[in-house]
């Protein structure tokens, strides 16, 4: 994922290095989500290694001697100071999605981070996390932190709008739904924009099940990640119920 509009963050500034300084990680497991994105567990070997839910690394490798950098949202909660999890798309032609998902367990790549202000805002209050893609990344990792704990989701509604055009492209499906099952407070809406033969789900664009969702609430919080048209489409359509700036948080990437 590219991101775009983001800032540098917190996380290791704690233990006196820069987000900045160059860190190695070694893949521990490559599990595909579908024929064309993967799912990554990395381990720190520069430990601890601490970020926030919603954060991203930004990852390096050289090509033809050049050095290419990209950016990619981490997909767990902070669990261990030691591992953390990415998710992404083969690109066609693209070097470095593909240089990745290509990867053997056991290789080690460079990257530096935690970056980025796409995190919770606190205090936590109900909260519509709008999704499509690969943007699913940032959402699990603040899912997963929430219910990770019951003080910190206890007394809040969260709902997770997750969109993509086929079926086999709802990672992290089962997941979704088993948290559902557990925490009456979650609740999951995956929705198809494609034909879809045999789905019986949600269909149509994210935003239009969003607006039914949020009716005429403005005392929550919404997190949008996705592509660019995607995010924008949400952020009118909040704005224009008059919801707060300051409570649409966004990511976007091409």
């Known amino acids: 994922m590219h991101r775009i509009g983001v800032a540098q963050g917190k996380g290791l500034e704690n233990h006196g290095m820069s987000p900045h300084s160059l860190l190695t990680a070694r893949l521990l497991e490559s599990v595909p989500l579908s024929s064309q994105t993967k799912h990554l ?15 991203f690394v930004s990852m390096k490798a050289l090509k033809e001697g050049r050095e290419i950098t990209r950016a990619y949202s981490i997909a767990s ?6 591992t953390f999890d990415i998710c992404l798309n083969r690109v066609p032609n693209g070097f470095f999605s593909n240089y990745l998902c290509d990867l053997e367990e056991g290789a080690e790549v460079q990257f530096h981070g935690p970056h980025g202000l796409f995190v919770l805002r606190n205090p936590v209050r109900d909260s519509v996390f709008i999704a499509t893609g690969t943007g699913i990344a940032p959402m699990r990792s603040m899912l997963d932190w929430l219910f ?15 969109g993509t055009r086929y079926s086999e492209d709802l990672y992290y499906n089962e997941q979704f739904l088993e948290m559902e099952r557990k925490h009456p407070n979650f609740h999951y809406l995956a929705t198809l924009s494609r034909d879809n033969p045999g789905w019986t789900g949600a269909r149509g664009y994210v935003q239009e099940h969003v607006a039914k969702i949020v009716g005429e609430r403005q005392d929550m919080d919404a997190y949008i990640c996705g592509l660019r048209d ?3 489409a949400n952020r009118d359509m909040l704005k224009g119920a008059g919801w707060d700036r300051k409570s649409i948080l966004f990511e976007r990437f091409d």
């Open 230 to 232: 995607m995010v924008q």
């Open 41 to 55: 567990l990395f381990e720190v070997q520069e430990a601890p290694f601490d970020f926030v839910a919603g954060q």
């Open 77 to 82: 909660a902070p669990r261990d100071q030691r």
């Open 148 to 162: 990770a704990e019951p003080t910190r989701h206890e007394g809040r509604q969260f709902w997770l709008v997750f």
